[in-house]
């Protein structure tokens, strides 16, 4: 199983960043996939889950509004569009697959990417 996820950098506050996920060697549309991020000295923390058929989003507070995910079941992908990022947004992001409902518990799922570095400049 591979996750890769893709689409980090360097942006200024109030911009925006796409993240993409590649997802190989499972069943995609068994999965439901998820978002999370880590800042430095920090907790892995959820940002973003979307359901096995994409009808079912799922925001955590600090996001929901500026963030966006989709996915692709043909494509075996899952994006997150970032818009009017804020310093605090910046962390590593890593996206996942869990067969766990629409979870926004780490320990639910079962498969990770490598994560992808978001920095956002005050």
């Known amino acids: 199983v591979q996750l890769q996820a893709s689409g980090g950098g360097l942006v200024q506050a109030g911009g925006s960043l796409k993240l993409s996920c590649t997802v190989s060697?499972?069943?995609?549309?068994?999965?439901?996939m998820g978002w999370f991020r880590q800042a430095p000295g920090k907790e892995r923390e959820f940002v973003a889950v979307?359901?096995?058929?994409?009808?079912?989003?799922r925001y955590a507070d600090s996001v929901n509004g500026r963030f966006t995910i989709t996915r692709d079941n043909a494509k075996n992908m899952a994006d997150l569009q970032m818009n009017s990022l804020k310093p605090e947004d910046t962390a590593v992001y890593y996206c996942?697959?869990?067969?766990?409902?629409?979870?926004?518990?780490?320990?639910?799922?079962?498969?990770w990417g490598q994560g992808t570095l978001v920095t956002v400049s005050s």
């Open positions: 996942a697959a869990t067969t766990t409902y629409t979870s926004n518990y780490v320990g639910h799922y079962e498969h």
């Open positions: 060697r499972l069943i995609f549309s068994n999965y439901n």
């Open positions: 979307i359901s096995r058929g994409g009808s079912m989003t």
